[in-house]
């Protein structure tokens, strides 16, 4: 446990977490447009937008290329959080729109990578699709991947996509929340990082509660935490017959978040909410399904055939409609969506700081308990 511990404080956190306290101020802008940007442009206002202005000593002199990207990181100064990520976002979303009135030579699937480094954002069919990529840790979710997710569905918000779909690479959907980010104590110590945490959960929820288009989870594997309570702000719930649905709250010593306490009983009633949320209860594809959760379960083997063309033929409806349809049905609790989402971050804020909790993360990391 000593080496553990040791680890733990050993990790301290490089990077403030988004919506931590950022300078407001200045004047730059991204001023070039998607087709002119470089993927350096993009890594420079993707670095802007979730870490905030430059934060990292200057590279040595011989060190030319990191040297380099330091300067132009520099070069964006001190922009305050929101016109860095409506910057961004600006960026990404010139992608589509570009690459449509160029029609020599344009990718069938429009690559949107701009700078993302957790995640894989692609165009194809009116379909934009957001893939969680660190499959060696079952998708688990770092704090860049929340941060890239928020900026990438505020992108798909803006792109000429009829759809949008978050799926998993690999064989687990995620793993849910990444329990290093519980290990990365920064300089201000737990409660700073509970409180920063708690904007970041918040701001992540949020952005699937506002999210405007007919949004799809392809669940391809197993889901673990946040990455199943979020399924239900979606508007439709594919999974493979491999899936298994898991929110091990209490085995934590945390609390639901994502919206679940209130959309779990909606959708599937108390008492088989309460099984899953309050005793952890792990479901099959088949029962999550019969509860409400999952829209339709296909066999692993034709999963992927199978749903792409179910979607694609749906991309093909009106769109307006399609978004239309979606917001009409948001609009009724929005509201009440957010209210839940700012109460539920604040408590597991406190969570965070238990006893209980602490115990869990170390227990997962020194015995390497499986759940
Ligand atoms: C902003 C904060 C919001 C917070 C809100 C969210 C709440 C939650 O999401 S709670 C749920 C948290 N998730 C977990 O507790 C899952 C923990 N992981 C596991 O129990 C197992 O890894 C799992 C059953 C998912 C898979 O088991 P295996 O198939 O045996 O694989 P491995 O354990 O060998 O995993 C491979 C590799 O990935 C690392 N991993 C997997 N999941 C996580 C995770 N959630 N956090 C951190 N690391 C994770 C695992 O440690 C392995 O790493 P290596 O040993 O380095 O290969």
Redesign the pocket.
Known sequence: MAGVTGRLIRCWCRRAVWGSLKVPALHLHVSKTAMEASQEDFENAMNQATEGSCNTPRPGVFDLINKAKWEAWNALGNLPKETARQNYVDLVSGLSSSSDSSSQGKPEADQKQAGYKTVVMTSEDSITKIMLNRP???N?LTEQM?QEIILALEAASKDDSAITVLTGNGDYYS???????FTNIPPDGVEAKAKN?AI??RDFVGSFIDFPKPLVAVVNGPA???SVTILGLFDLVYATDRATFHT??SH?G?TP?GCSSYTFPKIMGPAKAAEMLIFGKKLTAGEACAQGLVTEVFPDSTFQKEVWTRLKAYSKLPQNALRISKQIIRSQEKEKLHAINAKESSILQERWLSSECMNAIMN?FSQKA??
Do not use: H, M
């Open positions: 060696a840790k079952k688990a929340y793993s849910g929340n990444d329990l290093t980010n945490s970041l959960l673990v935490g946040i091990p709250f934590l945390q978040e997962f499986k759940l």
